[in-house]
């Protein structure tokens, strides 16, 4: 064998060796410092986010767009599902056991809020600024929905008095300061006047949303298990059930634009955790690779981030 050929042989070793499949599709794997579950991220900016790690209490953080992740924080190793912050400095995340903890320095350090319920698991937080915020879930005793509600930064939460119905409550986003949506069971919950009030909007058929995301006041998707994915045009009032690629639990989706779109989720019956769409959900393909559970699609200002099981963050800059 000639040397040309042997250099020519270690060359494509290596592009197969570093580019990886979902490389080739635009997501690039990303450092990081840990191997534990990781459950849900948020960005406040281009440079600034934290992930939080699912059962273990690991909180990371970037300040530089997501290029290297560290340990910002350790706390007791319980189940924490979403994290939200208004600012570098102020942020709130909750979790198992009534949890609803809040950050003034960053993420550095974190003070419990005043729940107390052992029987509330949170699933949902979002504040609408940096006094009055939700925080949603279910009461795991009775198996009901619970929705708390803060309106002093999160140290003390009262349970708002009306009945909201299903079991639980897991994903909530507001499109502006009027239209926001909450979604869980087989109900999307809708407001248009900042969460005053909120309108409850069976889905029509059996499911178990996990994840919502609305591009506006009226176009958005919800996705579950066994496969759920369901697209409204109403602004939540009434789904459509869309065609089934897949068995999987889906737990989270995101519409870049009104065609692109990607989705989520578990590999736990068949192979095929991110699919992609290119118009407007009619079909969607698997984007090529080889990837564990994924839990969570969340955007920054200029890309698109995934975080899953084992360590796993991709990333991909978006094009709009």
Not at 13 to 42: M, T, Y
Not at 94 to 110: H, I, Q
Not at 169 to 186: A, K, M, T, W
Not at 285 to 311: C, F, M, N, Q
Request: glycine share 12%; charged share 30%; hydrophobic share 35%.
């Amino acid at each position: 064998m000639t040397r040309r050929r042997v250099v020519s042989l270690c060359c494509a070793f290596l592009l197969l060796a570093f580019c990886s499949p979902a490389q080739f599709e635009g997501w690039r794997k990303i450092h990081s410092p840990v191997s534990d579950h990781l459950h849900n991220a948020f960005f406040i900016d281009e440079e600034w986010g934290w992930i939080i790690s699912y059962g273990t209490g690991l909180i990371l953080h970037t300040d530089d767009g997501g290029d290297r992740w560290r340990v910002q924080a350790r706390l007791e190793p319980l189940f924490y599902e979403s994290l939200y912050f208004v600012d570098k400095k102020r942020g709130w995340l909750c979790g198992e056991r009534g949890k609803v903890l809040r950050t003034r320095d960053g993420g550095r350090t974190w003070l419990d809020g005043e729940v107390k319920r052992d029987d509330i698991a949170f699933y949902g937080i979002y504040f609408y600024n940096d006094r009055r915020g939700f925080a949603v879930g279910f009461d795991v005793n009775n198996r009901h929905a619970v929705f708390f509600e803060s309106h002093d930064g999160g140290a003390r939460w009262e349970e708002r008095s009306e009945s909201f119905p299903g079991t639980g409550y897991e994903s909530i986003q507001f499109v502006d300061d009027s239209f926001g949506f909450i979604g869980g069971g087989r109900h999307v919950l809708t407001t248009s006047d900042g969460g005053e009030t909120w309108s409850a909007h069976d889905v029509g058929v059996e499911a178990v949303i996990r994840g919502i995301h609305f591009l506006d006041r009226n176009i958005g998707w919800a996705v579950g298990h066994d496969g759920l994915v369901l697209r409204s045009s109403d602004g939540g009032k009434i789904w459509e059930k869309q065609e089934s690629f897949t068995k999987n639990r889906l737990r989270s989706v995101h519409f870049v634009t009104r065609k692109e779109g990607f989705i989520v989720g578990d590999e736990d019956k068949e192979e095929g955790t991110l699919w992609q769409t290119l118009d407007g959900g009619r079909t969607w393909k698997r984007v090529a690779g080889t990837y564990p559970d994924l839990h969570r699609l969340v955007r920054s200002p200029e890309a698109l981030w995934i975080v899953g099981k084992s360590g796993t963050v991709l990333s991909q800059r978006t094009r709009s």
